[in-house]
């Protein structure tokens, strides 16, 4: 019992759910209706072996099961968010009061290099959305009420169609900070176009995008032109070009920097560790256990059609990988 309840918890911790660039995965059955109370398991089916499934066969189905707990329960992960959206706001205040401030590396560098005021920019934030701005916990939760969870780009579109995600703890209050100082609002996220009016109407029903702004243009979607692809350094340049960014919030190092085709674990960690001083002054990250770049580093960018095989590639990673290493701190 003890080994598989391991078992369990390592791979509950390690797969993956929604997100804002998901890994493409074999069909999975329509999401169950929403249901008031309680989320009771699917009735027990016959394991392959002719005999009942048992509560830990239900619970090793559900790998996403313990980071979805800990978002919608724990007082940890609010108190994490909270406390990245008021360190944000201090940082737009003190980046207000320094015109050469710039939370984009070559913006920066170009208002350095000036030698007089040169033009001036209005400010602007930039924000991911998806468990950056809007919680999308409770997909997870219809999905592993229902069947073993597995991710389809058709029920994740469905997911945004119905606007029914809510904001991360933090939010609301800090655009309404930026809004106050006169700090634009820039959301770039990976949705595509097809979910653009849902998703403004999810983010209109909490004040986080102003009824003012029907065109929607606060909001910068995958595939909105053709050039802006999943990579969204494109769009943060888009933005760079009217506003100096103040503060880049996400909670996926795509949503800071482009880390490259097909980056290994190191990699990543070698190329956010680069902008060391930008952590936590100018880029701000929220926690996101259920997926995300990492989840496809550690797969090898592989994506089998069978399940057992994800599992399998995730639980290599704890064999190839080591702790974290002090000596790659800055």
């Known amino acids: 019992m003890l080994v598989l309840r391991t078992f369990v918890l390592a791979t509950v911790v390690l797969f993956s759910a929604t997100g804002c660039e998901r890994a493409p995965v074999v069909p999975a059955k329509p999401l169950p209706p929403v249901t008031a109370g309680p989320v009771k398991p699917p009735a027990m089916e016959q394991s392959p072996e002719g005999s009942p499934a048992t509560d830990s066969d ?9 980071a979805t707990v800990w978002m919608r329960t724990s007082a940890e992960y609010r108190i994490l968010a909270v406390d990245t ?14 015109p050469k401030w710039s939370a984009l590396p070559a913006q920066s560098d170009q208002l350095q290099a000036q030698t007089d005021s040169g033009e001036t920019l209005e400010p602007a934030v930039i924000l991911d959305v998806d468990e950056t701005v809007l919680d999308n916990s409770q997909y997870q939760v219809e999905c592993i009420s229902g069947e073993p969870f597995q991710f389809s780009g058709e029920q994740w579109t469905a997911w945004c169609l119905r606007s029914d995600a809510v904001p991360v703890p ?51 979607c995958k595939k909105d032109r053709p050039e802006w692809g999943s990579d969204k350094t494109t769009r943060r340049e888009f933005v ?51 997926y995300g770049g990492w989840e496809k580093s550690v797969q090898q960018y592989r994506f089998p059609a069978e399940r057992k095989d994800f599992l ?19």
């Not at 239900?58 to 313990?66: A, S």
């Not at 959301?187 to 929607?216: H, I, M, Q």
Request: aromatic residues 10%; charged residues 25%; contains cysteine.
């Open 85 to 98: 959206y008021q360190r944000a706001l201090a940082a737009v205040k003190e980046g207000m009061a320094d």
């Open 312 to 330: 399998k590639l995730k639980l290599e990673s704890l064999k190839t990988t080591s702790p974290n290493d002090p000596s790659t701190f800055p």
């Open 170 to 220: 933090g939010v609301v209050d800090f655009i309404q900070g930026c809004r106050d100082r006169g700090v634009a609002i820039r959301y770039v996220t990976n949705r595509d176009s097809e979910v653009r009016a849902a998703t403004l109407e999810n983010l209109r029903k909490f004040g986080l995008v102003p009824d003012a702004d029907s065109a929607g243009q606060e909001l910068l």
């Open 58 to 66: 239900f619970l090793q189905g559900h790998e996403d099961l313990d």
């Open 240 to 290: 760079a070009s009217q506003f100096r960014v103040l503060a880049l919030v996400g909670d996926d190092l795509n949503d800071f920097i482009f880390t490259g085709d097909k980056a290994t674990p190191d990699e990543r960690t070698a190329a956010a560790m680069a902008y060391h001083a930008n952590w936590g002054t100018r880029w701000f990250l929220l926690p996101n256990a259920n």
